[in-house]
């Protein structure tokens, strides 16, 4: 509630989502999220929980057989890519996100396909986040690191000035140091008061930056609370962070042997069994 009582409306809203990519065979069976102006959500859990279904149900390419989406209030629910890009939702996916034939500045301009005259706006301001591609821009996409096609990608979905992101796993398969890079370009961009619903694996860095967050379990939202709240969470710790519980089991052990001598050797404590990847979309 705002100070004089009224409602603020959700900059995107998902209700009750069911959705998949094979007739009969659900990926998301009921999910809920929010997220207000200038948030910044984290959506974490184990391999083939819906993480990625969920923004690829949101941005038009998995079937919705139940449940809504919203934007700004708004009915979005089924909408395909180039209509919700002109509502004010951004995607970068996680793989085959730039051009490799294209430069830099062709590839920004890819963004802004629908409003051509923003351009010179739009790219002062993507400059302004990402200074490394206004003096590279003339360099063609494929030539460019893992850590540097997600500039450019990211880039691109700010061109037409998002009412919410939509981050894929924006770490995968990056090199620790330009993981947190990534992450630091996150923030940052959310401090520019742009919405940000992000998808990570790597949940320990995704909590510490996240204002908000949901742990999805099969296709459900099964936990949420702010960023910091979950990531001192010890059933969050247990089930879902992964090496952060193997972490916080080694220095408990690691803590015992110094005090008390050594042990014998124990089992350490697993998450349950992961759920069977998602299915890819053909």
Do not use: W
């Amino acid at each position: 509630m705002t100070a004089t009582g009224a409602t603020t409306t959700p900059v995107l809203e998902t209700k009750e989502l069911v959705a998949g990519y094979l007739p009969g065979v659900n990926i998301l069976n009921g999910c809920s999220i929010v997220a207000n102006q200038g948030d910044l959500i984290g959506i974490i859990g184990p391999n083939g929980a819906g993480k990625s279904t969920l923004l690829k149900a949101v941005f038009g390419q998995v079937s919705i057989r139940e449940g809504s989406v919203l934007l700004n209030g708004d009915d979005i629910t089924g909408l395909k890519a180039d209509r919700l890009v002109s509502k004010g939702v951004g995607m970068v996916p996680q793989n085959n996100n730039v051009f490799p034939s294209l430069t830099i500045e062709e590839n920004l301009e890819m963004g802004l396909f629908q409003e051509p005259k923003m351009f010179k706006e739009r790219f002062e301001f993507v400059g302004a986040l990402f200074p490394e591609l206004v003096k590279r821009r003339k360099q063609r996409a494929g030539s460019l690191s893992g850590g540097e096609r997600q500039m450019v990608a990211m880039g691109r979905a700010l061109m037409m000035d998002p009412a919410v992101l939509l981050l894929d796993e924006p770490s995968a398969g990056l090199s620790p140091v330009r993981q947190d890079e990534t992450f630091l370009r996150v923030a940052e961009i959310n401090s520019h008061g742009v919405t940000i619903v992000m998808v990570e694996q790597n949940a320990r860095r995704c909590l510490q930056i996240a204002h908000r967050a949901y742990v999805l379990d099969q296709g459900k939202d099964a936990y949420t609370g702010t960023g910091r709240e979950m990531l001192n969470d010890p059933k969050v710790i247990q089930l879902y962070l992964g090496t952060l519980a193997t972490d916080v089991e080694e220095k408990a052990r690691t803590s015992a042997t110094e005090t008390v001598g050594p042990t014998p050797e124990v089992a350490t404590t697993t998450a349950p069994p992961l759920a069977a990847e998602e299915p890819k979309a053909p």
